[in-house]
């Protein structure tokens, strides 16, 4: 971790910066931690030996002024981040400024947390920590960590698991007993962020109430990882749950004193390795799989080796079929889903043998592991049930919230009664209250509702509310301006779309910019950006546009990663690339003509031949018009005429088409066997047989988005 040791020069705007009247940037952070600069080459520079805590304390409190001292110590009990700093600084120490908060930070003191580099975070090394905390009273340790609960509940909102809160409470002799829970219903809000900064706010406090309230150890193994499991519930602290580990993997090679108990360590250690997958060092070291398949395995082994019928393999069951579940969410593998679904039974089976909190968490889950299998119909009276039981027992709004969405998804997704849908999301919207992340998902869910419904006005407002709340430059607001660039664009192509065309481009390139740098969606957006574009093109004329539109969507088929996706974006350069051929003589027909030749392949390739897709079917019509155009009527004759065929085999299976399209097609294969197509006739058309003769400006498919 680096470690904070500014120029001279650099102190006095640093200072000026902590009281808002200098720079923000991150070339100013770097200014502020440039190291001096080397001694000169004729002077040997002597080598020092690192020095330890206590040298490192005697050395800052001797050069600090004591408001600096005062302010170092108070900051040991909160998570360092600035705004945390200065909000500590304000509350505790009025009377100092700027100066000594710079002091602290450039004091040789603090380290850097690797990762922050954009919101620094910041600790104290080895036992600097405990050193000033030592001269830090109890009571007035929780009442730092007070004014840091007030800092959480203001900038992540009420419904999170508020670590400082937890830690004041205790340190001021209030009942906070925390055991370790059995299965919860996997959807609530588990705070598993799993950032650097998430871990900091969980860490400092409970390595402060360690200071002050050593734990007392139980010295039976499972006992203590049940403990220290319920403690890492309440605090999230990667110091416990390591603890807990440890404590769980000699549950598992003790065995227990019957079968019971080894039934339990294999469920508490396949939990502590659940939650092990969803901290910091799991996500960002890519070990989340690895983890999660290591909690299945122990879940597997309490769930073969516990007595049919008992509790303690209905609870194995559930927590097996949640970690299949989560695994399912890292790689997209359904296989985990059909498991998930089978280790559960089905609706039929007995349930007597189930406790109430579990039946319903069994309930909850199979409605989830169907709704994500594409089964929203026999999902609905599952989540049904599962969220009557919640209400009949005042079930608190963080389960209830996450349930009820999920009955109005499946409602919605099964085309039941749009009354109980909606009635389900604003109960959801209900029990989401200040909780920002379910509140940011009800709202996604409203804009999905009132999108489907057609009522655009309503669904702008919830996705524009939505990118609002999401967190700026997060993988979740990307994903919901490109759920709303979609929406938009989708209306854009209509006739009558030129006055929203804009909106819609403006949307996507907003998305784009949030993505992250090797996202796999950056093809995608790309594809949708340059199709917005051809779309402004058609309405507005402006040719810059067409320009613009194919040097994206040639971007775009590089980058694409799913074939679905690269057979759209081809289908939209063909209508591009013959656009510019006709207007600019740019590129040749050629390469329209390779374009749908391109988007065929990649259709077929993604969606089969039978009964193949829509895509697939735009693609030949495209073929079949760019041959026309070059003079070759009976290859156009042959392809408008498999286009054709691939449009019955679409409707025989009842599959959603645009019905305008059919036609089209139909009329074009019938002009061409009555050798009346538009062979021959080249650049030199007039502006109305163009426009008669050239594909559709098409949409993206529905099929094509994810």
């Given amino acids: 971790m680096p470690v904070l040791q500014p120029t001279p020069e650099a102190f006095e705007a640093f200072s000026r910066l902590l009281s808002g009247t200098g720079p923000t940037s991150e070339r100013a952070w770097a200014a502020w931690t440039t190291p001096a600069p080397a001694p000169a080459q004729n002077v040997p520079a002597q080598p020092s030996a690192p020095r330890g805590d206590d040298e490192l304390l005697r050395a800052f409190r001797a050069g600090a002024s004591p408001g600096a001292v005062r302010l170092a110590v108070y900051l040991a009990a909160a998570p360092l981040t600035l705004p945390v700093m200065q909000l500590v600084q304000r509350a505790m120490l009025p009377d100092t400024g700027p100066m000594e908060l710079a002091e602290v930070l450039l004091g040789g003191l603090l380290r850097q947390l690797p990762g922050t580099e954009r919101q620094p975070c910041f600790v104290y090394p080895g036992r600097v920590q405990d050193l000033l905390l030592s001269s830090l009273d109890q009571d007035t340790a929780g009442l730092v960590l007070k004014h840091c609960s007030a800092y959480v509940e203001r900038h992540f909102g009420k419904g999170t698991r508020n670590f400082a809160a937890f830690a004041s409470a205790r340190l001021a002799d209030h009942d906070t007993t925390v055991t370790a829970t059995g299965v919860t219903d996997g959807e609530g809000q588990r705070d598993d962020r799993g950032d650097v900064e998430a871990e900091l706010f969980a860490r400092i406090p409970a390595r402060v109430l360690r200071f002050y309230l050593p734990d007392l150890e139980t010295p039976v193994p499972l006992a203590e990882a049940e403990r220290l499991l319920g403690q890492w519930q309440a605090l999230a602290d990667p110091t416990v749950l390591r603890r ?18 080894a039934v339990r360590a294999h469920v508490l250690l396949g939990r502590v390795l659940r939650a092990e997958a969803g901290t910091a060092a ?3 070291g890519d070990r989340r799989a690895q983890l999660l398949n290591a909690a299945v395995a122990e879940f597997t082994r309490a769930h073969r080796a516990a007595p049919a019928g008992s509790p303690g393999r209905s609870e194995a069951a559930l927590e097996l079929a949640a970690s299949r579940h989560e695994l399912w969410r890292l790689t997209a593998d359904t ?6 679904l089978d280790v559960l039974g089905v609706p039929s089976d007995p349930d007597g043998h189930w406790p109430a909190p579990l039946r319903r968490a069994r309930l909850l889950r199979r409605g989830r592991l169907l709704l994500d299998l594409g089964r929203p119909g026999e999902a609905v009276p599952e989540l049904r049930e599962g969220c009557a039981l919640l209400d009949s027992e005042g079930a ?4 209830r919230g996450p349930a009820l969405l999920d009955l109005a998804r499946a409602l919605h997704a099964s085309g039941a009664d749009g009354a109980e849908a909606h009635d389900a999301l604003v109960r959801a919207e209900r029990a989401a209250a200040d909780d920002p992340a379910l509140r940011l998902s009800c709202l996604a869910a409203r804009a999905a509702f009132h999108d489907a419904a057609g009522d655009h006005p309503a669904a702008d407002e919830a996705y524009e509310t939505a990118a609002m709340l999401a967190p700026p430059d997060s993988v979740r607001r990307c994903e919901l301006l490109t759920v709303w660039g979609e929406s938009l664009l989708r209306r854009a192509s209509r006739p009558d779309g030129a006055g929203i065309v804009d909106r819609a481009e403006n949307v996507l390139r907003e998305a784009l910019k949030a993505l992250p740098a090797r996202s796999a969606q950056r093809g995608r957006l790309q594809g949708l950006i340059g199709s917005a574009l051809a779309q402004r093109f058609r309405h507005l004329g402006f ?4 320009y613009e539109s194919r040097h994206l969507l040639g971007q775009a088929v590089r980058a694409a990663t799913v074939a679905r996706v690269r057979a759209e974006v081809w289908l939209q350069l063909g209508r591009v690339r013959l656009e510019g ?7 040749v027909l050629a390469d329209a003509l390779q374009a749908y030749e391109n988007a065929e392949r990649e259709a077929y390739r993604s969606y089969g031949q039978d009964p193949g897709s829509v895509t697939a079917a735009r693609a030949l019509h495209g073929r079949a018009t760019a041959l026309a155009f070059m003079g070759r009527p009976g290859a156009a004759r042959s392809a408008y005429e498999a286009a054709r065929e691939q449009w019955q085999r679409l409707v025989g299976v009842l599959r959603e088409v645009d019905w305008t399209d059919v036609e089209l097609t139909r009329h074009m294969a019938e002009e061409f066997a009555a050798d009346e197509g538009p062979a021959g006739r080249g650049r030199t058309m007039p502006e109305e047989a163009w426009r008669r003769a050239a594909p559709p400006w098409y949409p993206w498919t529905e099929e094509s988005i994810d």
Wanted: charged fraction near 20%; proline fraction near 10%.
């Fill in 581 to 587: 051929w006709y207007r600019a003589g740019a590129p």
């Fill in 244 to 261: 807990a580990k440890e404590q769980a993997e000699a549950a598992v090679r003790q065995g227990g004193t019957g079968l019971p108990d």
């Fill in 396 to 399: 608190p709004d963080a389960v």
């Fill in 543 to 546: 040719l810059p546009d067409l």
């Fill in 282 to 284: 799991a996500r960002t």
């Fill in 335 to 340: 296989a985990h889903l059909t498991a998930a």
